[in-house]
């Protein structure tokens, strides 16, 4: 047993060692493989992210840019966002979008300006952003961020909004190992991309182990993914955005085959002890030499030395040592693939830079000729071609001329040949409808159709290798072709054809560019040349219209004199006819006034007093209505006091609709027409009931036959449109009382004069002449307006628009009863402020004559004397217009001195004094000249009636 145990130790601790050195081999072999394909997704990446930033730079030299023509940069967003399937965005170099490829054109775009925004705008170079969600598109995006350059400045920004799904689809398109895991990770340490489950992880933080581990350009460590599974993880870095590509292989496959090898092992040792008692003797030695030569196998495979398998004659270490030869066949192969790849992706990356650098500056190149050589020369440097030429067609002068350059060889060794003609080989590239490429020209079917050559004319260099690549622009114009060649069979592959159809797209950009440059410069020269003649017939043409100019300056300023002339005349007629008619009316007041006086003194004289009554009322008459007439002309000119209070229309017709029915008479019929909800209106009770009634009568006047008389009210709202016709109206809300007559009507002249004062169409006697004219000035003092509809034979409508008033409804104060003449008290003095002597003498007279004690003054400095002089004064009664002090200034000195002093003002004009926009100040008493004694009693009454009372 002893001898067993001595062998089968060693047995087992040898198996044990080469056990855990092909562990180890095989998470070296793990870990660089996931490192292998690590690198391949990162070519990949940068393949993919390469071909879109050639494409994003393209938009930038669009010229619509330069135009800010956002629709056409919108059209043509919108053909790239086509054909790559990405998001195009426009931007000024302060983040307002202009063009957004997501929403439709002309729509109300934000301003943002993401950290790759800042970034190119500080380098003036692409940039690949790293993972945000963007504004309009609401989720995770990547975006690639170029600026518009001009004259090396920065104008702008043009956005590629990339889908983390795109980058995903490029993960999951490279081969990964059953149960393998690959993640695109940026600098801020997001998922921006992942092989399985990207939905659930894009934008989740990384594993904090990867965050740790993966900060050089690549490795590999053991550590965990983002869901928690352990991994042997390896990383590289996109050479475009800078991002870490992390693969993870879980440890479960590796440990899974060493955990069957470790069961077998174990099952070998089992039977080594069972078998090692009968042939311990004889194998041990063999078993230790066989054994040795496996460690020795392994240490081979631990160094990277190929191995070949030992024979033995024991058959668990030949297995063994199958098993090592292999895993090193394997890793050799592994070994030389990586190498393979590396250098292939070293040469794609060289061929992106090139591309990238190539498309920068033939994006900046305006210049034909230049352009067309670097397109050339770009070309031949991608595809390794021996030469290539770039054949291309320039209208000029009603014909098309095919142009070359030729890179790669001599120009002399073309020159000597004519250019390309439409043959089978040549006419699919010239006539823009495919892409030629062939390992063997010489071998194409199309191959030596056409004369005079049948093939390759003598003395052209050799060509096998063929490719052919049509340039054609946007609008489908052929512009030439790029073709290329090289002396050995299988130089080009779909890689070349797909690196030159993209250099194509971007020379036809800049050809077109390159044409609209040209044509802006001609346009410009000749604009310029437009523009020194355009000068020259402007100059001409500016004095000719200074000469017309001034002659009419001259006629209108004769116009406007004649104009000036024709309004002072009829300004003059105007109050001519005023003034004869107030003065027509006064005349016959004054002389049934003055005829009556005199009649009274010749009957006094004589001692006859019967008929002096009778004279006396005569003379009452003709001075009430000397005042109506007053009263009117006041309310014409809007110089009349108001009081005004909200005021209920339906309410106040309802009541007046009786009155109406009395004054009217039984042959004219009444109807009212009241609109539920109607609103108040602010306005004089009293003096709205005199508009009504005046209209009342004219109606009637109208209907001398009878007929209908109907007042309706209703709510108005009075547009822009009216107020645009009616320029005296603001718009506004207004509440319309109309009144309706079904008499004669009013032809349009009638209508026209209708307000003017004393125009009437009523026999002589029969009217005044101010009925509507004082309902007119009336309705303006209130701030509203009044309209005449009529139609001869129909009947009127005069419609009366009243403010809208948005305050509560006051009870309507009950009429006062009849004052009738009361004896005053002598105990109550009454100072007497008036200027006209005649008027202070009737006024001191008729307050006597109340029974009051009068103190008179004939102005303010003699009544501030009295009330100086500590005389007691109950009420001062004083005149509004006066010389040197008004009647309002003086009641503010007169309650200064003392401040329970009543105040009663009287006069004929108020000129704002107590009266403001027509309206009475509150808290004040007015009676207005002239007056009765019963008016007088009454005011006295009301102003004295709390200290009569106590």
């Keep these: 047993m002893a001898l067993v145990g001595s062998l089968l130790v060693p047995v087992i601790l040898v198996s044990a060692f080469l056990l855990s050195r092909f562990a180890d081999g095989e998470r070296s072999r793990q870990q660089a493989d996931a490192l292998e394909i690590a690198h391949t997704i990162a070519a990949e ?58 929403l439709p054109v002309g729509s109300n775009l934000p301003a943002s300006l993401p950290p790759g925004d800042l970034r190119a705008l500080r380098e003036k170079k692409p940039v690949v952003s790293d993972l945000f969600t963007g504004t309009t598109a609401g989720g995770y995006i990547v975006s690639l961020n170029a600026p518009i350059l001009r004259n090396g400045e920065v104008t702008g920004l043009v956005n590629m909004a990339v889908e983390p799904a795109r980058l995903s689809a490029v993960l999951q398109g490279v081969s990964l190992p059953s149960g393998w895991v690959a993640a695109l990770v940026d600098h801020n340490g997001k998922i921006v991309a992942r092989s399985h489950q990207a939905e659930t992880f894009v934008g989740q933080s990384a594993s904090r182990d990867l965050l740790e581990n993966a900060t050089r350009l690549e490795g590999a460590w053991t550590g965990t993914t983002v869901d928690g599974t352990p991994v042997l993880s390896a990383y590289a870095r996109s050479s475009l955005s800078g ?152 209208p000029r002068e009603g014909e098309t001329l095919t142009l070359y350059t030729i890179s790669g060889v001599p120009r002399e060794e073309f020159s000597k040949f004519p250019m390309p003609r439409g043959t089978q080989v040549f006419a699919p590239t010239l006539g823009g409808k495919e892409v030629v490429r062939s390992d063997d020209i010489t071998q194409d079917p199309r191959y030596g159709k056409n004369t005079p050559y049948k093939g390759m004319p003598e003395g052209h260099l050799p060509v096998r290798s063929y490719l052919a690549v049509p340039v054609v622009s946007r609008a489908g114009e052929v512009l030439g072709a790029l073709f290329f060649g090289h002396g050995d069979a299988g130089r080009f592959t779909q890689r070349h054809e797909d690196l030159l159809v993209g250099i194509a797209a971007q020379a036809a950009v800049a050809v077109d560019n390159s044409r609209l440059y040209e044509q802006a410069r001609l346009a410009e020269r000749e604009a310029r040349s437009f523009s020194q003649e355009l000068e020259v017939q402007v100059a001409e043409r500016t004095h000719s219209l200074q000469l017309a100019h001034t002659r009419l300056v001259e006629e209108v300023a004769q116009r406007e004199r004649a104009e000036e002339q024709l309004r002072q005349a009829q300004k003059m007629e105007a109050v001519g006819q005023l003034t004869g008619g107030i003065a027509h009316d006064f005349n016959n007041l004054l002389a049934v006034i003055i005829g009556s006086l005199q009649l009274i003194e010749r009957r006094l004289d004589k001692g006859e007093t019967g008929a002096v009554y009778r004279y006396l009322a005569n003379a009452n008459a ?55 909800g109607l609103w108040l ?54 509440v319309m009382v109309a009144l309706t007559d079904t008499g004669a009507g009013m032809d349009d002249e009638v209508i026209k004069r209708a307000f003017e004062p004393f125009y009437t169409t009523k026999e002589v006697g029969q009217g005044t002449g101010l009925g509507l004219s004082q309902v007119y000035g009336f309705v303006k003092q209130s701030h509203g307006h009044v309209k005449i509809y009529s139609e001869l034979g129909h009947g009127t409508t005069v419609k009366i628009y009243l403010p809208r008033f948005r305050g509560a409804a006051e009870e309507a104060e009950q009429s006062p009863a009849p004052v009738h003449v009361q004896q ?75 401040p329970n002093l009543k105040i009663l003002f009287t006069t004929g004009f108020t000129r704002n004094a107590i009266v403001h926009n027509g309206l009475l100040d509150a808290n004040v008493h007015l009676l207005a000249k002239p007056y009765t004694l019963s008016q007088l009693a009454r005011k006295f009454e009301e102003v004295l009636a709390p200290d009569r009372g106590s």
Aim: hydrophobic fraction near 45%; aromatic fraction near 4%.
């Design 681 to 734: 209106s602010h306005i004089d009770r009293h003096q709205l009931e005199n508009a009504l009634i005046n209209l009342a009568v004219n109606a009637r006047d109208a209907m001398p036959e009878g007929g209908k008389l109907t007042l309706e009210t209703a709510n108005c709202h009075l547009d822009e449109r009216y107020g645009a016709a009616n320029p005296d109206v603001p718009p506004g809300q207004y």
């Design 824 to 898: 005053g008290s002598r105990e109550l003095r009454v100072l007497l402020v008036e200027d006209d002597p005649s008027v202070r003498q009737m006024s001191a007279e008729s307050v006597r004559e109340l029974g009051y004690n009068v103190i008179e003054a004939d102005g303010a400095a003699a009544a501030l004397r009295i009330l100086d002089s500590g005389a007691a004064i109950d009420l001062l009664f004083t005149d509004v217009v006066m010389p040197e002090m008004n009647g309002r200034r003086l009641a503010d000195e007169a309650l200064r001195r003392k």
């Design 243 to 394: 991002w870490r590509i992390a693969v993870g292989a879980p440890i479960s496959s590796v440990e899974a085959p060493l955990r069957r090898t470790l069961l077998w092992l174990m099952l070998l040792g089992a039977a080594g002890l069972a078998a090692s008692t009968l042939v311990a003797g004889i194998c041990g030695r063999q078993i230790a030499r066989s054994l040795r030569q496996v460690a020795d196998l392994a240490s081979s495979i631990a160094s990277g030395s190929p191995i070949a398998p030992i024979h033995t004659r024991i058959k668990g270490v030949n297995a063994i040592s199958e098993a090592l030869a292999s895993a090193s066949r394997e890793l050799q192969d592994r070994a030389r693939k990586q190498t393979a790849a590396e250098e292939d992706l070293r040469a794609e990356t060289n061929r992106l830079d090139t591309l990238n650098r190539i498309g920068q500056a033939i994006a900046s190149e305006l210049d034909l000729e230049k352009l067309v050589q670097k397109v050339t020369d770009a070309g031949v440097e991608l595809s390794g071609a021996a030469f290539g030429a770039f054949f291309y067609n320039v």
């Design 622 to 676: 003709g001075a009430d209505r000397a005042v109506a007439l007053t009263h009117r002309l006041l309310a014409f000119s809007r110089k009349q006091t108001l009081a005004p209070e909200p005021v209920d229309l339906n309410k106040l017709i309802n009541g007046t609709s009786e009155l109406l029915r009395r004054t009217l008479g039984e042959h004219i019929q009444i109807e009212t027409v009241l609109a539920g």
């Design 45 to 102: 990446i940068d393949r993919e992210l390469s071909g879109l930033q050639g494409a994003l730079q393209v938009v930038t030299t669009y010229i619509s840019l330069d135009a800010r023509d956002w629709p056409t940069v919108y059209r043509q967003a919108s053909e790239v966002k086509g054909f790559l399937g990405v998001e195009i965005i426009v931007k000024d170099a302060a983040g307002q979008q202009f063009v957004n490829t997501r």
